[in-house]
């Protein structure tokens, strides 16, 4: 009797390193049955190194960075020295085989929203992912007044994507999105560990603290005009909640849309 594996072989496509050693982008091809939601991550997997050519043992999450209309997949990946996979995912080149579990996961999703107002999306590191397949997809544009992407990195040259995401807050909606009407998108890139001009260094919670992060973006962070979404470093998810939470903030429970909702990346 066979039974029918829970995964599919994918080619990589591309490989593009932000930062050598650290940060890169990895494309793959994909399975045309392989449907997702924006925010969904996937899961990805790679044999054991002592085992390169065997099945793949090893699996982690990783979010959709490319809209769910676009083609092929495209992952954001940092290299964590001394990791299991991510060492591993860094070494491959286009040709090489990348494993993906046929089943999206994932609730960081905008039906997690009532459309309307502003929508906040906060993320450290390559927390970014998740919403830049929501920037992807014609819904965040259709459905919000403002969104406001804020990324906190340790040093500025870990703003990946930053000139993408800079040309959508001047022209709006990647060519690939037909959407009409359209949100104003801000970006706000924060590295914590060196200064940006005109931007303040320091940690995003801090900046939710202070009330800098709502002069910088110029609109109020409050429950009646806004829903935030938080993702990436455990501790900053947290934090960041609890700040949100104090100012009424909250999630959607039993199957009601609420104001906030979060992911963390380890
Ligand atoms: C829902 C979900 C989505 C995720 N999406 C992404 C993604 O899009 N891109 C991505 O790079 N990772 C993502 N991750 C993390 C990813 O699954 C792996 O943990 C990461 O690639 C490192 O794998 P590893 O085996 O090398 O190290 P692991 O053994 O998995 O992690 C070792 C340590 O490395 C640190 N670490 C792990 N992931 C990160 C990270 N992303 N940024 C900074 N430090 C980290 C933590 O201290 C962790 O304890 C996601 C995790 C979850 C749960
Ligand atoms: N290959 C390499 O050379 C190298 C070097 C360093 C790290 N690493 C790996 O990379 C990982 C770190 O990745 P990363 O820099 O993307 O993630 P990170 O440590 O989560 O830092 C990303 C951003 O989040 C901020 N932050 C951290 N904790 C926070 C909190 N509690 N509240 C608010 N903001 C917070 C950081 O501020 P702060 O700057 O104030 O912390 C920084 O601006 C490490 O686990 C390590 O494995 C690799």
Redesign the pocket.
């Known amino acids: 009797m066979t039974t029918e594996s829970v995964y599919t072989p994918q080619t990589v496509t591309r490989v593009h390193f932000w930062v050598p050693?650290?940060l890169l982008s990895l494309s793959t091809t994909r399975d045309p049955a392989y449907q997702f939601t924006a925010g969904q991550f996937a899961r990805l997997g790679l044999p054991a190194a002592t085992d390169p050519d065997g099945p793949p043992t090893l699996w982690r999450a990783y979010s959709m960075v490319n809209g769910p209309r676009q083609e092929g997949l495209e992952f954001y990946s940092?290299?964590?020295?001394d990791g299991q996979f991510s060492p591993l995912l860094a070494k491959l080149q286009p040709g090489d085989t990348l494993y993906i579990d046929k089943t999206p996961v994932g609730f960081l999703t905008l039906d997690r929203f009532a459309p309307g107002g502003n929508l906040w999306l906060l993320s450290?590191?390559?927390g970014l992912s998740a919403y830049l397949s929501m920037l992807q997809d014609s819904h965040v544009w259709e459905n919000f007044d403002r969104i406001i992407v804020v990324h906190?990195?340790?040093h500025r040259e870990?703003l990946a994507y930053g000139e993408s995401l800079q040309a959508w807050s001047l022209q709006g909606p990647p060519s690939s999105v037909h959407s009409s009407p359209s949100a104003r998108l801000s970006y706000l890139p924060i590295p914590?560990?060196e200064t940006l001009p005109g931007m303040p260094s320091a940690?995003?919670?801090q900046l939710i603290e202070d009330g800098q992060l709502e002069q910088l973006a110029d609109c109020p962070l409050d429950p009646a005009q806004s829903k935030v979404m938080l993702c990436?470093?455990p501790?900053?998810v947290t934090?960041a909640r609890a700040l949100l939470q104090a100012r009424g903030f909250a999630a959607g429970r039993r199957g009601n849309t609420g104001t906030l909702a979060v992911e963390n990346y380890w």
């Not at 940092?78 to 020295?81: D, F, K, M, R, S």
């Open positions: 050693g650290k940092i290299v964590v020295p450290t590191g390559t906190g990195v340790r870990e914590t560990r940690r995003l919670t990436g470093n501790e900053m934090q």
